[in-house]
T-cell receptor, first 116, second 113 residues
């Protein structure tokens, strides 16, 4: 069972370049999200989706786009990379627990991105 | 909005010492509470969870009790091992905050042999 798969694991970009971080899950989870992890700041939510065709902004959405055309896939696009986007990025999926959300999140292995 | 506050690290302990990592939360409704662990170079993985007040989550010798009266979910372990060295995140999800998982800043634990 693959769970949540992220690619690539490492990436170096030049300022101004664009790229897409891929995320796929095989658990049929409704909810998917992208976080960035920076030292001393925990995980900050970038964008999230509650199902195919539905996305919304999190805490730090500027400079990033997402789409959710299928339940399985949730790619994150960096439009014009900046050094401030150097970080570790995690994709996660989770599920509802009946009448309200609250299921645990399942994480990918992360993408370490450096923008020079 | 919902938030999670956990004690700052790093925490350094000797093997077999008792561990407590404090976590308090602010939330409306009845969220689920979680502890996640991150080992070096890896993603986060669920350590334990509790879905309602007075529930105790436990796994691998770690425990935490959902205390609604003190809005706390402190992580404890009676005897830590070197292999427990990692970063620990307290988190919540659900309640009126919906599906979003909100994380604390993380606490790094070092265990010395």
């Amino acid at each position: 069972n693959a769970g949540v798969t992220q690619t690539p694991k490492f990436q170096v970009l030049k300022t101004g370049q664009s790229m897409t971080l891929q995320c796929a899950q095989d658990m049929n989870h409704e909810y998917m999200s992208w976080y960035r992890q920076d030292p001393g700041m925990g995980l900050r939510l970038i964008h999230y989706s509650v199902g195919a065709g539905i996305t919304d902004q999190g805490e730090v959405p500027n400079g990033y786009n997402v789409s959710r055309s299928t339940t399985e896939d949730f790619p994150l696009r960096l439009l014009s990379a900046a050094p401030s986007q150097t970080s570790v990025y995690f994709c996660a999926s989770s599920y509802s627990t009946g009448s309200q959300w609250g299921g645990e999140a399942f994480f990918g292995q992360g993408t370490r991105l450096t923008v020079v | 909005g919902n938030s999670v506050t956990q004690m700052e690290g790093p925490v350094t302990l000797s093997e077999e010492a008792f561990l407590t990592i404090n976590c308090t939360y602010t939330a409306t409704g009845y969220p689920s509470l979680f502890w996640y662990v991150q080992y070096p170079g890896e993603g986060l993985q669920l350590l334990l969870k509790a879905t309602k007040a007075d529930d105790k989550g436990s796994n691998k010798g770690f425990e935490a009790t959902y205390r609604k009266e003190t809005t706390s979910f402190h992580l404890e372990k009676g005897s830590v091992q070197v292999s427990d060295s990692a970063v620990y995140f307290c988190a919540l999800s659900g309640g009126t905050g919906g599906f979003k998982t909100i994380f604390g800043a993380g606490t790094r634990l070092f265990v010395k042999a």
